[in-house]
């Protein structure tokens, strides 16, 4: 029946979470033990587990107003992932945990673990426990992430050097103005909710938003032409945060070249729809989980056979400070403007 709700109740925190994760398998032979014990057990053989963990909060990370819950629980494995690729390591193994208020029914919850059990299958990770807790201030959404690395292909942020090429992957600045108009057609939809939200034309920004990949395939691309990047990390605050902090621990300056910034066609046009300025975009927006890496000069011989990765500048001494050589021939300092989750 599609209208049935359970309750959550019904089923009990043991119950409730052997409903959601009876139909997880597993796809590494370093998970020993899974879900249903009072712990998983993993074995990396040798190699280095890396672990990262990601808390996501209903009104401060995503909106349930627009935001389908099968998409929030994809995105949610995702963004962790991509923490596991920025190291360069494989990722293996997530934990999810939820603090749910009982507005949630059982089938909401079995939609968002839909969504997680496909991030799962497509990146070929093992669901090996978590928790449930009641919540009164919203939803709450905790993922761990572990990922397994060859010690000596472990990729740090510190550890650039001068002369290095600054490269990114995919584009920048879509998921950003995919946000822009979602709280546009929310704020409509309040003052006037018969005017329905006007997403034309505009999938490719709400799908950067809504549905995020991690860059596995560049992680890929590294290992079959034998590229080891000298710092990397992913795109979550905005490429303008995310560089500075690579010079900032690689105790290094750099030269970004505005012209070599990638913006997809439909996120310029929307950002210029919005009276915005695709760069600001691209620098500040954050939520792109891209990667951003730096390269010894030898290997660019090697990116150019890929059109995912874009070489936008290049490591400094750090008496040069961090600027922006502009289209119009200017320097700019450039400055951490991305998303801060405790601004007011």
Same mark, same amino acid.
């Given at each position: 029946?599609?209208?049935?709700? %359970? ?8 119950? =409730? ?8 398998? %597993? ?21 280095? %587990? ?14 349930? @107003?627009?935001?389908? =819950? ?9 963004? $962790? ?20 208020? $009982? ?18 299958? +497509? ?25 397994? @690395? ?39 939809? @309040?003052? &006037? ?52 902090? =690579?010079?900032?621990?690689? &105790? ?15 996120? +310029? ?35 150019? =056979? $890929? ?38």
């Amino acid at each position: 029946m599609a209208n049935q709700r %359970t309750e959550i109740g019904e089923l009990g925190e043991f119950g =409730l979470i052997d409903h959601l994760t009876k139909n997880f398998e %597993t796809y590494h032979a370093s998970t020993i033990l899974g879900v249903g014990d009072d712990a998983a057990v993993i074995d990396h053989l040798g190699k280095q %587990t890396v672990i990262t963990t990601d808390l996501l909060l209903e009104g401060i990370h995503f909106d349930l @107003a627009y935001t389908p =819950l099968k998409h929030l629980g994809y995105k949610a494995i995702v963004v $962790n992932l991509s923490d596991i690729y920025a190291m360069n390591a494989m990722p293996t193994q997530v934990t999810v945990s939820l603090g749910i208020s $009982n507005r949630f029914s059982v089938e909401a919850l079995d939609e968002m673990y839909e969504g997680i059990y496909l991030a799962c299958e +497509r990146y070929k990770v093992d669901l090996v426990g978590g928790d449930t807790s009641s919540s009164n201030k919203g939803l709450i959404i905790s993922v761990t992430a572990i990922g397994e @690395a060859v010690p000596e292909k472990l990729v740090k942020r510190s550890t650039a050097g001068k002369g290095d090429l600054i490269c990114v992957s995919g584009d920048l600045g879509g998921a950003f103005l995919g946000l822009t108009l979602m709280e546009r057609e929310k704020k409509i939809f @309040a003052e &006037n909710p018969q005017i329905q939200p006007d997403l034309e034309n505009e999938s490719y920004i709400v799908g950067r938003l809504l549905k995020p990949e991690a860059r596995k395939d560049i992680i890929d691309f590294f290992e079959q032409q034998e590229i080891l990047p000298t710092s990397m990390m992913d795109v979550s605050d905005g490429i303008s945060s995310e560089v500075l902090h =690579l010079c900032r621990q690689s &105790n290094l300056g750099c030269l970004i070249y505005e012209e070599k910034i990638p913006v997809a066609e439909p996120a +310029r046009s929307a950002a210029f729809k919005f009276g915005l300025d695709p760069t600001v975009c691209a620098l500040n927006g954050g939520e792109d989980y891209e990667l951003i890496f730096t390269l010894k000069q030898e290997d660019h011989d090697k990116i150019v =056979l $890929n059109e995912e990765i874009s070489v936008i500048g290049y490591m400094t001494e750090l008496e040069e400070g961090c600027n922006l050589f502009t289209r119009g021939g200017n320097r700019f300092p450039i400055s951490a403007q991305g998303w801060n989750a405790f601004q007011k």
